[in-house]
């Protein structure tokens, strides 16, 4: 077959029109592909400062919350020293007969 010729087919009105369409249809197909990954990049950067949003909120409150915790038991200790300091020997013998064992 010799390829320098265009056959008849492809001379046709139809068939150009047909490669048009063919073009046009990549063309559109390529585009969607960098929108579509684009939108792919612009919700995973949303959901990251999202969760990172949260985390620092959760470490603000776990923060907050371990100081009321401490501040608890520093009252306690303060208004019962010497029960405080029975208990804490008491979990320090337990914990140490534990670890030996």
Same mark, same amino acid.
Do not use: H, N, P, Q
């Given at each position: 077959m010799d390829t320098k010729h265009p056959t008849a087919i492809e001379s046709s009105s %139809? =068939? *150009?029109a047909m490669? +048009?369409? !063919? +073009?046009s !249809?990549?063309?559109d197909v390529a585009q969607l592909a960098v929108h579509v990954k684009s939108s792919t990049v612009n919700a &995973? %950067?949303?959901a990251a400062e999202q969760v990172s $949003? %949260? $985390?620092t909120r959760l470490m603000g409150s776990v923060t907050e919350a371990s100081k009321a915790s +401490? *501040? &608890?038991v520093e009252r306690q200790v303060d208004l019962h020293p010497v029960a405080s300091l029975m208990l804490a020997f008491g979990l320090g =013998?337990?914990?140490s007969r !534990? !670890?030996?064992k």
């Open positions: %139809e =068939f *150009k490669m +048009a369409d !063919l +073009a !249809l990549r063309s &995973a %950067e949303s $949003a %949260e $985390a +401490a *501040k &608890a =013998f337990v914990g !534990l !670890l030996t």
